[in-house]
Protein backbone atom coordinates (compact mmCIF):
# COMPACT_ATOMS: atom_id res chain seq x y z
CA UNK A 1 0.00 0.00 0.00
CA UNK A 2 2.99 2.23 1.04
CA UNK A 3 4.41 1.14 -2.29
CA UNK A 4 1.52 2.10 -4.43
CA UNK A 5 0.45 5.58 -2.79
CA UNK A 6 4.56 6.05 -2.75
CA UNK A 7 4.31 5.24 -6.50
CA UNK A 8 1.63 7.27 -7.43
CA UNK A 9 2.58 9.91 -5.26
CA UNK A 10 6.58 10.49 -7.14
CA UNK A 11 4.04 10.62 -10.94
CA UNK A 12 2.00 13.17 -9.73
CA UNK A 13 4.95 15.22 -8.23
CA UNK A 14 7.09 14.28 -11.54
CA UNK A 15 3.79 15.33 -14.09
CA UNK A 16 3.85 18.61 -12.16
CA UNK A 17 7.40 19.36 -12.74
CA UNK A 18 6.91 18.16 -16.67
CA UNK A 19 4.01 20.65 -17.02
CA UNK A 20 5.65 23.47 -15.72
CA UNK A 21 8.57 23.06 -18.11
CA UNK A 22 5.77 22.52 -21.12
CA UNK A 23 4.04 25.67 -19.46
CA UNK A 24 7.31 27.56 -19.87
CA UNK A 25 7.27 26.92 -23.69
CA UNK A 26 3.33 27.87 -24.15
CA UNK A 27 3.06 30.25 -27.62
CA UNK A 28 0.56 32.37 -25.37
CA UNK A 29 -0.31 33.32 -21.37
CA UNK A 30 -3.68 31.65 -22.15
CA UNK A 31 -2.48 28.23 -23.07
CA UNK A 32 0.65 28.83 -20.40
CA UNK A 33 -2.22 29.22 -17.70
CA UNK A 34 -3.88 26.04 -19.32
CA UNK A 35 -0.95 23.71 -18.47
CA UNK A 36 -0.27 25.48 -15.62
CA UNK A 37 -3.89 24.70 -13.95
CA UNK A 38 -3.25 21.38 -15.08
CA UNK A 39 -0.12 21.26 -12.68
CA UNK A 40 -1.58 23.11 -10.31
CA UNK A 41 -3.77 20.23 -10.26
CA UNK A 42 -1.15 17.80 -10.09
CA UNK A 43 0.52 19.24 -7.51
CA UNK A 44 -2.57 19.02 -5.35
CA UNK A 45 -2.89 15.54 -5.98
CA UNK A 46 0.66 15.04 -4.83
CA UNK A 47 -0.13 16.82 -1.52
CA UNK A 48 -2.83 14.56 -0.91
CA UNK A 49 -0.62 11.40 -1.56
CA UNK A 50 1.83 12.28 0.56
CA UNK A 51 -0.35 13.71 3.86
CA UNK A 52 -1.81 9.68 3.17
CA UNK A 53 1.58 8.33 3.39
CA UNK A 54 2.30 10.69 6.25
CA UNK A 55 -0.63 9.60 8.45
CA UNK A 56 0.08 5.89 7.72
CA UNK A 57 3.30 7.01 9.48
CA UNK A 58 4.99 6.46 6.40
CA UNK A 59 8.48 8.58 4.75
CA UNK A 60 6.99 10.03 2.04
CA UNK A 61 10.10 10.56 0.26
CA UNK A 62 11.52 6.89 1.03
CA UNK A 63 8.31 5.81 -0.31
CA UNK A 64 8.66 7.64 -3.92
CA UNK A 65 12.31 6.54 -3.77
CA UNK A 66 12.16 3.54 -5.77
CA UNK A 67 10.04 4.98 -8.18
CA UNK A 68 12.25 7.63 -9.12
CA UNK A 69 13.95 5.42 -12.04
CA UNK A 70 10.85 4.00 -14.13
CA UNK A 71 9.03 7.15 -13.68
CA UNK A 72 12.11 9.37 -14.92
CA UNK A 73 12.65 7.41 -17.61
CA UNK A 74 9.16 7.18 -19.31
CA UNK A 75 9.63 11.05 -19.20
CA UNK A 76 13.33 10.89 -20.40
CA UNK A 77 11.64 8.81 -23.30
CA UNK A 78 8.97 10.94 -24.04
CA UNK A 79 10.20 14.57 -24.12
CA UNK A 80 7.76 16.59 -26.11
CA UNK A 81 9.26 17.61 -29.37
CA UNK A 82 6.78 20.80 -29.77
CA UNK A 83 3.71 22.66 -28.14
CA UNK A 84 1.30 19.77 -29.57
CA UNK A 85 3.38 16.53 -28.64
CA UNK A 86 3.11 18.73 -25.01
CA UNK A 87 -0.46 19.40 -25.11
CA UNK A 88 -1.00 15.49 -25.84
CA UNK A 89 1.27 14.06 -23.29
CA UNK A 90 -0.84 15.63 -21.01
CA UNK A 91 -3.82 14.69 -22.38
CA UNK A 92 -3.14 11.33 -22.86
CA UNK A 93 -0.81 10.83 -19.61
CA UNK A 94 -3.15 12.67 -17.23
CA UNK A 95 -6.31 10.22 -18.84
CA UNK A 96 -4.40 7.03 -18.53
CA UNK A 97 -3.23 7.58 -14.97
CA UNK A 98 -6.90 8.49 -14.14
CA UNK A 99 -8.09 5.30 -16.08
CA UNK A 100 -5.12 3.19 -13.85
CA UNK A 101 -5.81 4.81 -10.98
CA UNK A 102 -9.70 3.89 -11.14
CA UNK A 103 -9.30 0.03 -11.63
CA UNK A 104 -6.48 0.02 -8.71
CA UNK A 105 -8.95 1.77 -6.30
CA UNK A 106 -11.17 -1.03 -6.39
CA UNK A 107 -8.10 -2.95 -4.29
CA UNK A 108 -7.51 -0.76 -1.68
CA UNK A 109 -9.27 -0.05 2.01
CA UNK A 110 -11.92 2.45 1.68
CA UNK A 111 -9.91 5.62 2.74
CA UNK A 112 -7.49 5.50 0.38
CA UNK A 113 -10.12 4.17 -2.35
CA UNK A 114 -11.92 7.79 -1.44
CA UNK A 115 -8.97 9.78 -1.40
CA UNK A 116 -8.22 9.01 -4.75
CA UNK A 117 -11.39 8.96 -6.54
CA UNK A 118 -11.81 12.61 -5.15
CA UNK A 119 -8.61 13.21 -6.47
CA UNK A 120 -9.39 12.40 -10.12
CA UNK A 121 -12.15 14.85 -11.10
CA UNK A 122 -10.33 18.30 -10.80
CA UNK A 123 -7.52 18.81 -13.20
CA UNK A 124 -9.94 19.66 -15.62
CA UNK A 125 -8.72 21.62 -19.42
CA UNK A 126 -9.07 19.01 -21.05
CA UNK A 127 -11.41 20.28 -23.03
CA UNK A 128 -8.87 23.03 -23.83
CA UNK A 129 -6.35 20.40 -25.06
CA UNK A 130 -8.85 18.82 -27.31
CA UNK A 131 -9.89 22.52 -28.73
CA UNK A 132 -6.36 23.26 -29.27
CA UNK A 133 -5.34 20.10 -31.22
CA UNK A 134 -8.42 19.63 -32.95
CA UNK A 135 -7.97 23.32 -34.56
CA UNK A 136 -3.77 22.53 -35.43
CA UNK A 137 -5.03 19.29 -37.51
CA UNK A 138 -7.95 21.27 -38.83
CA UNK A 139 -4.85 23.86 -39.98
CA UNK A 140 -2.89 21.44 -41.33
CA UNK A 141 -4.16 17.91 -41.50
CA UNK A 142 -0.71 16.46 -42.09
CA UNK A 143 0.73 16.17 -38.64
CA UNK A 144 -2.40 14.16 -37.94
CA UNK A 145 -0.21 10.88 -38.69
CA UNK A 146 2.50 12.09 -36.37
CA UNK A 147 0.87 13.00 -33.76
CA UNK A 148 -1.10 9.67 -33.67
CA UNK A 149 2.44 8.04 -33.57
CA UNK A 150 3.55 10.31 -30.66
CA UNK A 151 0.40 9.07 -28.44
CA UNK A 152 1.02 5.47 -28.96
CA UNK A 153 4.33 6.18 -28.29
CA UNK A 154 3.12 7.29 -24.96
CA UNK A 155 1.32 4.55 -24.48
CA UNK A 156 4.04 2.36 -25.26
CA UNK A 157 6.08 3.77 -23.09
CA UNK A 158 3.95 4.00 -20.32
CA UNK A 159 2.91 0.57 -20.59
CA UNK A 160 7.12 -0.84 -20.55
CA UNK A 161 7.98 1.06 -17.37
CA UNK A 162 4.70 0.18 -15.56
CA UNK A 163 5.95 -3.73 -16.12
CA UNK A 164 8.92 -3.04 -15.18
CA UNK A 165 8.19 -1.39 -11.99
CA UNK A 166 5.48 -5.17 -11.27
CA UNK A 167 8.58 -7.24 -12.23
CA UNK A 168 10.98 -4.79 -9.49
CA UNK A 169 8.21 -4.36 -6.82
CA UNK A 170 6.95 -7.38 -5.41
CA UNK A 171 4.70 -6.31 -3.02
CA UNK A 172 3.13 -4.06 -5.86
CA UNK A 173 2.50 -6.79 -8.44
CA UNK A 174 0.94 -9.15 -4.93
CA UNK A 175 -1.67 -6.07 -4.77
CA UNK A 176 -3.15 -6.40 -7.85
CA UNK A 177 -2.73 -10.31 -8.25
CA UNK A 178 -3.75 -11.03 -4.53
CA UNK A 179 -1.29 -13.19 -2.44
CA UNK A 180 -1.59 -16.46 -0.18
CA UNK A 181 -3.50 -14.60 2.53
CA UNK A 182 -6.17 -12.69 -0.16
CA UNK A 183 -7.12 -13.24 -3.75
CA UNK A 184 -6.35 -10.50 -6.07
CA UNK A 185 -6.93 -10.38 -10.10
CA UNK A 186 -6.21 -13.42 -11.68
CA UNK A 187 -4.02 -12.68 -15.63
CA UNK A 188 -7.81 -12.69 -17.56
CA UNK A 189 -8.64 -9.63 -14.78
CA UNK A 190 -5.33 -7.91 -15.58
CA UNK A 191 -6.25 -8.67 -19.77
CA UNK A 192 -9.52 -7.37 -19.10
CA UNK A 193 -8.18 -4.30 -17.19
CA UNK A 194 -5.72 -3.64 -19.68
CA UNK A 195 -8.31 -3.87 -22.09
CA UNK A 196 -10.42 -1.00 -20.67
CA UNK A 197 -7.46 1.15 -20.83
CA UNK A 198 -7.10 0.34 -23.86
CA UNK A 199 -10.42 0.97 -25.10
CA UNK A 200 -10.68 4.83 -22.78
CA UNK A 201 -7.23 5.42 -24.64
CA UNK A 202 -8.89 5.23 -27.90
CA UNK A 203 -11.81 6.94 -27.14
CA UNK A 204 -9.84 10.35 -25.73
CA UNK A 205 -7.38 9.74 -29.21
CA UNK A 206 -10.56 10.07 -31.32
CA UNK A 207 -11.66 13.17 -29.59
CA UNK A 208 -8.53 14.44 -30.40
CA UNK A 209 -9.29 13.28 -33.89
CA UNK A 210 -6.25 11.35 -33.85
CA UNK A 211 -6.00 7.63 -35.32
CA UNK A 212 -4.97 5.05 -31.65
CA UNK B 1 -9.39 48.04 -9.68
CA UNK B 2 -9.41 45.90 -12.58
CA UNK B 3 -6.06 47.41 -13.45
CA UNK B 4 -5.17 46.24 -9.40
CA UNK B 5 -6.08 42.87 -9.97
CA UNK B 6 -4.74 42.49 -13.57
CA UNK B 7 -1.36 43.28 -12.11
CA UNK B 8 -1.51 41.43 -9.00
CA UNK B 9 -2.66 38.17 -11.08
CA UNK B 10 0.13 38.75 -13.51
CA UNK B 11 2.61 38.97 -10.70
CA UNK B 12 1.04 36.01 -9.09
CA UNK B 13 1.12 34.17 -12.40
CA UNK B 14 4.80 35.40 -12.93
CA UNK B 15 5.45 34.06 -9.53
CA UNK B 16 4.03 30.60 -9.96
CA UNK B 17 6.46 30.64 -13.42
CA UNK B 18 9.64 31.71 -11.50
CA UNK B 19 9.01 29.34 -8.49
CA UNK B 20 8.89 26.36 -11.01
CA UNK B 21 11.95 26.77 -12.60
CA UNK B 22 14.13 27.33 -9.53
CA UNK B 23 11.87 23.86 -8.25
CA UNK B 24 13.85 22.45 -11.02
CA UNK B 25 17.03 23.52 -9.58
CA UNK B 26 16.53 22.06 -6.14
CA UNK B 27 19.39 20.03 -4.63
CA UNK B 28 16.73 17.38 -2.92
CA UNK B 29 13.49 15.73 -3.38
CA UNK B 30 12.57 17.72 -0.18
CA UNK B 31 13.73 21.17 -1.16
CA UNK B 32 12.17 20.43 -4.68
CA UNK B 33 8.57 20.19 -2.87
CA UNK B 34 8.96 22.82 -0.64
CA UNK B 35 9.26 25.14 -3.59
CA UNK B 36 6.98 23.27 -5.61
CA UNK B 37 4.11 23.99 -2.72
CA UNK B 38 4.68 27.85 -2.84
CA UNK B 39 4.15 28.17 -6.66
CA UNK B 40 0.79 26.27 -6.58
CA UNK B 41 0.05 28.52 -3.77
CA UNK B 42 0.98 31.26 -6.37
CA UNK B 43 -1.14 29.63 -8.51
CA UNK B 44 -3.78 29.66 -6.40
CA UNK B 45 -3.77 33.02 -5.90
CA UNK B 46 -4.04 33.49 -9.09
CA UNK B 47 -6.91 31.71 -10.40
CA UNK B 48 -9.19 33.55 -7.37
CA UNK B 49 -7.56 37.05 -8.85
CA UNK B 50 -8.54 36.00 -12.38
CA UNK B 51 -11.62 34.46 -12.10
CA UNK B 52 -12.77 38.00 -9.91
CA UNK B 53 -11.53 39.59 -12.86
CA UNK B 54 -14.05 37.58 -15.20
CA UNK B 55 -16.74 38.40 -12.46
CA UNK B 56 -16.32 41.92 -13.36
CA UNK B 57 -16.72 41.12 -16.69
CA UNK B 58 -12.93 42.00 -17.25
CA UNK B 59 -10.95 40.31 -19.62
CA UNK B 60 -8.05 38.78 -17.38
CA UNK B 61 -5.38 38.48 -20.39
CA UNK B 62 -5.81 42.00 -21.20
CA UNK B 63 -6.02 43.29 -17.54
CA UNK B 64 -2.57 41.92 -16.99
CA UNK B 65 -1.02 42.93 -20.54
CA UNK B 66 -0.06 46.15 -19.34
CA UNK B 67 2.17 44.76 -16.66
CA UNK B 68 4.12 42.09 -18.20
CA UNK B 69 7.11 44.28 -19.16
CA UNK B 70 7.73 45.39 -15.24
CA UNK B 71 7.29 42.06 -14.10
CA UNK B 72 9.09 40.27 -16.40
CA UNK B 73 11.87 43.29 -15.79
CA UNK B 74 11.73 42.92 -12.36
CA UNK B 75 12.56 39.07 -12.86
CA UNK B 76 15.28 39.65 -15.31
CA UNK B 77 16.86 41.45 -12.89
CA UNK B 78 16.90 39.26 -10.27
CA UNK B 79 18.02 36.33 -11.51
CA UNK B 80 19.00 34.05 -8.59
CA UNK B 81 22.32 32.75 -9.40
CA UNK B 82 22.00 30.01 -6.83
CA UNK B 83 19.44 27.76 -4.70
CA UNK B 84 20.02 29.84 -1.34
CA UNK B 85 19.16 33.37 -3.61
CA UNK B 86 15.93 31.36 -5.05
CA UNK B 87 15.16 30.33 -1.55
CA UNK B 88 15.88 34.09 -0.42
CA UNK B 89 13.74 35.57 -3.42
CA UNK B 90 10.93 33.55 -2.91
CA UNK B 91 10.70 34.41 1.08
CA UNK B 92 11.36 37.58 0.72
CA UNK B 93 9.12 38.28 -2.36
CA UNK B 94 6.09 36.43 -1.40
CA UNK B 95 6.42 38.38 2.09
CA UNK B 96 6.93 41.92 0.40
CA UNK B 97 4.03 40.75 -2.06
CA UNK B 98 1.65 40.11 0.94
CA UNK B 99 2.15 42.74 3.07
CA UNK B 100 1.47 45.58 -0.40
CA UNK B 101 -1.71 43.49 -0.40
CA UNK B 102 -2.40 44.23 2.88
CA UNK B 103 -1.34 47.76 2.94
CA UNK B 104 -3.91 48.42 -0.70
CA UNK B 105 -6.62 45.91 0.14
CA UNK B 106 -7.55 48.87 2.70
CA UNK B 107 -8.87 51.13 -0.01
CA UNK B 108 -10.98 48.97 -1.73
CA UNK B 109 -14.37 47.78 -1.95
CA UNK B 110 -15.34 44.72 0.75
CA UNK B 111 -15.42 42.03 -1.36
CA UNK B 112 -12.46 42.46 -3.26
CA UNK B 113 -10.42 43.27 0.07
CA UNK B 114 -11.59 39.81 1.79
CA UNK B 115 -10.86 37.98 -1.41
CA UNK B 116 -7.21 39.42 -1.03
CA UNK B 117 -6.79 38.97 2.27
CA UNK B 118 -7.97 35.17 2.70
CA UNK B 119 -5.45 34.30 -0.30
CA UNK B 120 -2.48 35.81 2.20
CA UNK B 121 -2.48 32.93 4.55
CA UNK B 122 -1.81 30.01 2.69
CA UNK B 123 1.94 30.00 0.64
CA UNK B 124 3.01 28.58 3.89
CA UNK B 125 6.77 26.93 3.63
CA UNK B 126 8.47 30.04 4.75
CA UNK B 127 9.72 27.98 8.14
CA UNK B 128 11.33 25.56 5.44
CA UNK B 129 13.29 28.96 3.95
CA UNK B 130 14.13 30.30 7.21
CA UNK B 131 15.66 27.22 8.30
CA UNK B 132 17.73 25.99 5.17
CA UNK B 133 18.74 29.75 4.88
CA UNK B 134 20.07 30.50 8.38
CA UNK B 135 21.63 26.08 8.62
CA UNK B 136 23.57 27.21 5.37
CA UNK B 137 25.02 30.52 6.97
CA UNK B 138 25.84 28.51 9.99
CA UNK B 139 28.20 26.18 8.06
CA UNK B 140 29.73 29.20 5.78
CA UNK B 141 29.37 32.40 7.81
CA UNK B 142 31.49 34.05 4.82
CA UNK B 143 28.00 33.49 2.53
CA UNK B 144 25.86 36.22 4.50
CA UNK B 145 26.99 39.54 2.84
CA UNK B 146 26.58 37.99 -0.30
CA UNK B 147 23.16 37.08 0.54
CA UNK B 148 22.26 40.24 2.51
CA UNK B 149 23.43 41.91 -0.64
CA UNK B 150 21.17 39.68 -3.14
CA UNK B 151 18.06 40.67 -0.58
CA UNK B 152 18.59 44.46 -0.67
CA UNK B 153 18.95 44.15 -4.33
CA UNK B 154 15.26 42.26 -4.70
CA UNK B 155 14.07 45.20 -2.31
CA UNK B 156 15.49 47.92 -4.38
CA UNK B 157 14.05 46.30 -7.56
CA UNK B 158 10.46 45.81 -6.42
CA UNK B 159 10.70 49.45 -5.66
CA UNK B 160 11.89 50.82 -8.92
CA UNK B 161 9.62 49.00 -10.81
CA UNK B 162 6.67 49.51 -8.84
CA UNK B 163 7.38 53.27 -9.17
CA UNK B 164 7.45 52.50 -12.76
CA UNK B 165 4.26 51.18 -12.71
CA UNK B 166 2.55 53.42 -10.54
CA UNK B 167 4.21 56.45 -13.18
CA UNK B 168 2.76 54.57 -15.89
CA UNK B 169 -0.98 53.92 -14.65
CA UNK B 170 -2.73 56.74 -14.12
CA UNK B 171 -5.17 54.47 -12.78
CA UNK B 172 -3.43 52.91 -10.19
CA UNK B 173 -2.13 55.71 -8.90
CA UNK B 174 -5.27 57.82 -8.67
CA UNK B 175 -6.48 54.16 -6.56
CA UNK B 176 -3.68 54.96 -4.34
CA UNK B 177 -2.98 59.07 -3.91
CA UNK B 178 -6.90 59.51 -4.81
CA UNK B 179 -8.67 62.00 -7.45
CA UNK B 180 -11.09 64.94 -7.93
CA UNK B 181 -13.94 62.60 -6.90
CA UNK B 182 -12.61 60.82 -3.02
CA UNK B 183 -9.50 60.88 -1.17
CA UNK B 184 -6.82 58.43 -1.53
CA UNK B 185 -3.48 58.47 0.56
CA UNK B 186 -1.40 61.50 0.65
CA UNK B 187 2.43 61.78 0.22
CA UNK B 188 2.86 61.35 4.28
CA UNK B 189 0.62 58.40 4.25
CA UNK B 190 2.76 56.55 1.38
CA UNK B 191 5.84 57.16 3.67
CA UNK B 192 4.26 55.50 6.41
CA UNK B 193 3.07 52.89 3.94
CA UNK B 194 6.58 52.58 2.93
CA UNK B 195 8.54 52.82 6.16
CA UNK B 196 5.86 49.99 7.26
CA UNK B 197 6.89 47.89 4.23
CA UNK B 198 10.68 48.37 5.26
CA UNK B 199 9.70 47.82 8.57
CA UNK B 200 8.82 44.14 8.41
CA UNK B 201 10.98 43.08 5.41
CA UNK B 202 13.82 44.51 8.37
CA UNK B 203 11.77 41.54 10.34
CA UNK B 204 12.11 38.90 8.07
CA UNK B 205 15.82 39.45 7.08
CA UNK B 206 16.99 39.37 10.71
CA UNK B 207 14.86 35.63 10.78
CA UNK B 208 17.09 34.53 8.23
CA UNK B 209 19.94 35.62 10.12
CA UNK B 210 20.87 38.80 7.64
CA UNK B 211 21.74 42.23 8.00
CA UNK B 212 18.52 44.16 6.07
Wanted: proline content about 3%; aromatic content about 6%; charged content about 25%.
Amino acid sequence: MVDLLGGLAYSELSAFERLTEDAAQAPSLEDKVALASMAAAEFGHFERLRDRLVSLEADPFAAMEPFHRPVDAFHEHTAPADWLESLIKAYVGDGLAADFYREIAAYLDADTRDLILTTLDDTGQSSFVVERVRKAIEANPKIAGRLALWARRLMGEALSQAQRVAAERDALSALLVGGVDRPGMDLAAIARMLARLSETHTERMSRLGLQA
